[in-house]
């Protein structure tokens, strides 16, 4: 609902009419009016004057402009009399769309496009137009729905008059399902206005507004006491208080939603009893009618019992469940009612009351388990048992020994019939070693209730342990360290166990590697004095100070036995110099030092590194040009094996400086597919777009060279960049002209083309059109069965952001796209179009003879996606 501030005057300022609803004014709201200002035209989000003057609780404004519409009305009265030859007593006509003509123009064009025999169009078909000027005679007419010749003229009539309003009470405008006046009055006026209303015509059974809720509805909503006591006391032979609204939720679901128990506990009662003198059904029918609610969405999980959370609610619930004899055999997502409610805790009392009644709603299923009540009913944890099969297994995740008693006391026999089953189910799950860790006792009492299993545990105790359990005792130890060091290092040796011993089981790290990794200086200190080993290799024969991305740190190490760092070697024959440009080491301070120690910055490795082709950052890059590294001494191979361990930022410091030597055209086909990589456009944008566009030279060598490599490896990242909007490359290739697949699809069949329409970020109708003058497949299909076309329409939303129109689906369809074809739902573009209620493209659609008679998989026609309130105008289009 609108705020407050949206309905003053102030808010009018180019719409007299409506600010003189605002202000009660009745004599300038006459003057309006004689001026021929359109009172039925709305205002932002569907605000008409009569809206306002509600909304304001200006009773004479409302009288006035309802007197004005009592007075259009009758000029209908007189065409159906007269001129439909309709019988005066038939009122199906008023619950059809009257749109208005206010312009000479638009009712003259109304009339031509008007049906001479309306009598021959379904009532519910029917699109009535009323005349705000005599035209030939009419004042009112129905226009030829029923014509296939004319309907792209008559839906495009229709989306022109719909600004001007609509000549009802119950209807605002049909451009968008807004509340209608009748519900923001029950919601915020008066019970005179109210009544005014209704009296006439406004319907208290049509729903507007989200999930079309009802007048009644929206006053619940609002609590407001006094106008439900009316409504109900005087006007409920008029509507149904127990509607449901289009997500299938009643007044009670919202009540219980809000937690507005009060209001609740008023109104059950009265709606009980309504339903049963309405529908003659049982007190306990009709509350469980009422009550039952579950999302009618496919994917959605949600019922009433999400919402039982105050205690009021609560106790409500159970006092309504005892009076009312709720159903809790009902189904729920993967649930019924009884299981839910026993395992959530509620309604208890009266849960086991129904169970001791009748034991075999024990017996009931849940969607996912043969077993859901009797394993909520037992008194331990959820899910201490599992169904498998038609065999239980127990499951140890959370121990409960009171539970497990209660098992074994009553079906010992049966468990024990397959001891091997049961080890399996118990000692042999993976969650035992945790449980074997947290709850030892559990793991004890097991021991002593089951003998059989004793062996099996022990043999559990004494195993080894594996290289993940060793990781996660080392890591535990060391953030304790972290945390607190002192207390820490003695717990472990009243433990008998030595700091310096600790290693971790992947990599056989000290704490002394771990630390230099975290940057921890604090705990690399505290080592360092307890003379951990500076020089103790790992699994991969590194020290801890290669490990290491602060200078800090890195200074704090190397002042521990300096020389015999600088002269140690990795089994690759790395020198320090060499681990710090491969893992990036970015402090020019500490290059620096290793270079004043005397290592020598085209100092090769054994396998023939550099420290420049080692070299992963930029930083690392410019140091080490500058401090005298030789290009030359660089060839293909040191240059290919490092590129996916290079950051980008290191590769365009590099690429100026070898892009021209001879070697580089043998390797410059791996740069594109490895720039892309993995990024989206906004990764893309950030790493490397910048650089190919400033370095057009390179960006040409790069481009040609993948090209010549492999046309088919250039035809993939063509439609890889035409499906992850990376539009520069996009449109680079095509600046190139390369020979390329252009109908390279990936694995779930995107073609450039699919790809372009179907993800955009960056405007890209230009690539579009280009890709089009191509001998392409433009009926190539996704794994969904989509078109370029269904793509299109389906994002015609977003497309429409970055700068598409109807004219890219005229370029598609100018070039031979299908007009027809389905998805795997059997939606087509049409189908799409309707559902997005992209009405400018609808209309292309039909203009180039698309088959509005299609059914999709659903048995709909493509006017049916339309929203509820929007099939009342264009569902004419199923009958031709």
């Not at 509340?179 to 029950?186: E, H, I, K, P, R």
């Not at 729903?207 to 006491?225: I, V």
């Not at 999400?306 to 009902?330: F, G």
């Not at 659903?858 to 009342?872: H, I, L, N, T």
Request: aromatic share 10%; with cysteine; hydrophobic share 40%.
């Amino acid at each position: 609902m609108q705020h407050r501030q949206s309905f003053r005057k102030e808010s009018f300022r180019d719409r007299p009419l409506h600010r003189a609803a605002a202000d009660g004014d009745t004599k300038a709201a006459v003057e309006c009016l004689a001026q021929d200002i359109n009172p039925y035209e709305p205002a932002e989000k569907g605000i008409t004057p009569l809206f306002v003057a509600v909304r304001n609780r200006k009773e004479a404004v409302v009288r006035l402009l309802l007197d004005q519409y009592e007075e259009d009305l009758r000029s209908i009265h007189e065409t159906i009399k007269h001129r439909f030859l309709w019988k005066v007593e038939a009122t199906g006509w008023r619950s059809r769309p009257i749109l208005i003509a206010w312009s000479k123009e638009e009712c003259e064009r109304a009339v031509e496009l008007a049906t001479n025999c309306p009598a021959g169009i379904p009532l519910n078909a029917q699109v009535f137009v009323w005349l705000h000027h005599m035209h030939d005679g009419h004042r009112f007419v129905a226009l030829d729905v029923a014509n296939r010749s004319k309907m792209v003229i008559v839906f495009r009539f229709i989306r022109q008059l719909l600004p001007n309003g609509v000549l009802s009470l119950d209807r605002n405008d049909y451009r968008e399902n807004y509340d209608n006046c009748l519900q923001v009055a029950c919601c915020y006026s008066t019970v005179e206005i109210v009544d005014l209303l209704i009296a006439r015509g406004a319907s208290l059974t049509l729903g507007s507004g989200t999930n079309d809720r009802t007048p009644f509805m929206a006053a619940c909503e609002m609590a407001r006491e006094l106008m439900i006591e009316h409504l109900l006391a005087k006007h409920v032979d008029r509507f149904d208080p127990t509607a449901r609204r289009q997500d299938g939720k009643n007044v009670v679901h919202l009540l219980v939603q809000m937690q507005n128990h009060k209001l609740l506990d008023r109104l059950m009662d009265r709606l009980v009893q309504y339903r049963v003198k309405k529908f003659r059904e049982t007190d306990s029918q009709a509350f469980n009618q009422i009550f039952f609610y579950r999302a009618p969405g496919e994917w959605s999980g949600e019922h009433i019992w999400h919402h039982v959370r105050s205690p009021p609610i609560k106790q409500l619930c159970a006092k309504y469940a005892e009076q009312y004899q709720l159903d809790v055999t009902v189904k729920l997502p993967h649930s019924i009612v009884l299981e839910h409610l026993v395992r959530q805790g509620l309604l208890l009392d009266y849960c086991y009351k129904m169970i001791r009644k009748d034991l075999s709603l024990l017996r009931l299923c849940g969607e996912y388990d043969e077993f859901a009540v009797l394993r909520s009913c037992i008194a331990i944890i959820p899910r201490l048992l599992k169904a498998s099969s038609k065999r239980n297994q127990i499951k140890l995740q959370q121990a409960d020994e009171p539970g497990l008693k209660f098992i074994l006391k009553h079906h010992r026999e049966y468990f024990l019939c397959d001891v091997d089953k049961l080890r399996e189910s118990t000692v042999g799950m993976h969650c035992f070693k945790d449980l074997r860790k947290k709850k030892s006792s559990f793991v004890n009492f097991l021991m002593e209730v089951i003998p059989e299993l004793q062996h099996a545990i022990n043999e559990v105790k004494n195993a080894k342990k594996q290289t993940y359990e060793l990781d996660i005792d080392f890591y535990d130890v060391f953030e304790k360290l972290r945390k607190s060091f002192t207390k820490t290092v003695e717990q472990l040796e009243v433990n008998g166990k030595v700091l310096e011993e600790y290693r971790d089981g992947s990599d056989q790290r000290s704490f002394l590697h771990t630390a230099a990794n975290y940057g921890d200086l604090t705990l690399l200190e505290r080592l360092l004095e307890r003379n951990f080993d500076v020089l103790l290799p790992d699994r991969q024969s590194l020290l801890p100070i290669h490990l290491t991305y602060q200078e800090s740190a890195f200074e704090l190490l190397l002042a521990k036995n300096e020389s015999s760092q600088l002269q140690y070697l990795t089994e690759e024959g790395y020198n320090l110099l060499h681990v710090c440009c491969k893992r990036g080491f970015r402090g020019p301070d500490v290059l620096e030092r290793l270079c004043a120690k005397g290592i020598d910055v085209n100092g090769a490795a054994p396998d023939g590194q550099l420290p420049l082709s080692l070299a992963c950052c930029c930083g690392t890059v410019r140091f080490l040009l500058k401090r005298g590294a030789r290009v030359e001494l660089l060839n293909d191979q040191l240059v290919a094996a490092n590129i996916s361990n290079m950051r980008y930022c290191a590769a365009w410091e590099l690429l100026p400086n070898i892009a021209h030597l001879d070697w580089f055209g043998k390797i410059a086909h791996r740069y594109l597919p490895w720039m892309v990589g993995s990024q989206n456009r906004d990764f893309f944008s950030c790493s490397n777009e910048r650089e190919l566009a400033k370095h057009e030279d390179i960006r040409r060598i790069l481009f040609d060279s993948l090209y010549k490599h492999s046309r088919q490896e250039a035809s993939e990242l063509f439609a890889t960049v035409c499906h992850r909007a990376i539009v520069c490359c996009s449109r680079w290739f095509l600046d190139y002209d390369y020979d390329l697949n252009y109908d390279h699809a990936d694995y779930m069949g995107y073609t450039p083309l699919l790809g372009l329409v179907s993800y955009m970020e960056e405007p890209n109708s230009d690539i579009i059109e280009r890709l089009l003058r191509k001998s392409i497949n433009v009926n190539a299909v996704t794994d969904r069965k989509q078109t370029a076309l269904i793509l299109f329409a389906d994002r015609f939303r977003s497309a429409q952001w970055y700068g598409h129109t109807v004219d890219t689906a005229k370029l598609l369809v100018n070039r031979g796209v299908n007009i027809d074809a389905q998805d795997e739902n059997g939606n087509t573009a049409l189908h799409l179009a309707f559902g997005g209620e992209h009405w400018e493209l609808v209309a292309f659609l039909i203009e180039s003879n698309a088959n509005v008679s299609l059914k999709n998989g659903d048995g709909k026609v493509a006017c049916e996606m339309a929203p509820a309130f929007s099939q009342r105008l264009y569902g004419f289009m199923r009958r031709l």
